[in-house]
């Protein structure tokens, strides 16, 4: 099993941009399928982004779509989550996410998540 860390979220204003990042240690990252999803208060955990071991391939919720972008350094085992344009409803706790499968997006690990909060 892979151990997950979230860090970068904060408090942002609507329009602005963040940057998370996950540091991934345990069993060899590069193998495995990471993504970030996250939760708002009163409502279910949401997929946001997926990127495939190779760094190849990702996948995008539509409400993020052309806002967000994933990324992964296999060689310093992380991987991020670039988030511009920023608006009140991407307000969440947003969670690093290993060993997903990606035709239904279920992991077997996760981080502990970090506190995204966009002001209008």
């Known amino acids: 099993q892979v151990q997950l860390v979230e860090s970068g979220g904060g408090l942002v204003q609507a329009g602005g941009s963040l940057r998370l990042s996950c540091a991934a240690s345990?069993?060899?990252?590069?193998?495995?399928?990471m993504a970030w999803f996250r939760q708002a208060p009163g409502k279910e955990r949401e997929f946001v982004a997926g990127?495939?071991?190779?760094?190849?391939?990702?996948r995008y919720a539509d409400s993020v779509k052309g806002r967000f972008t994933i990324s992964r350094d296999n060689a310093k085992n992380t991987v991020s989550l670039q988030m511009n344009s920023l608006k009140p409803e991407d307000t969440a706790v947003y969670y690093c996410a290993a060993d997903c499968r990606p035709d239904s997006w279920h992991c077997a690990s996760w981080g502990q998540g970090t506190q995204v909060t966009v002001s209008s």
């Open positions: 345990g069993r060899t990252f590069s193998w495995y399928v």
């Open positions: 990127i495939n071991w190779i760094g190849g391939g990702t």
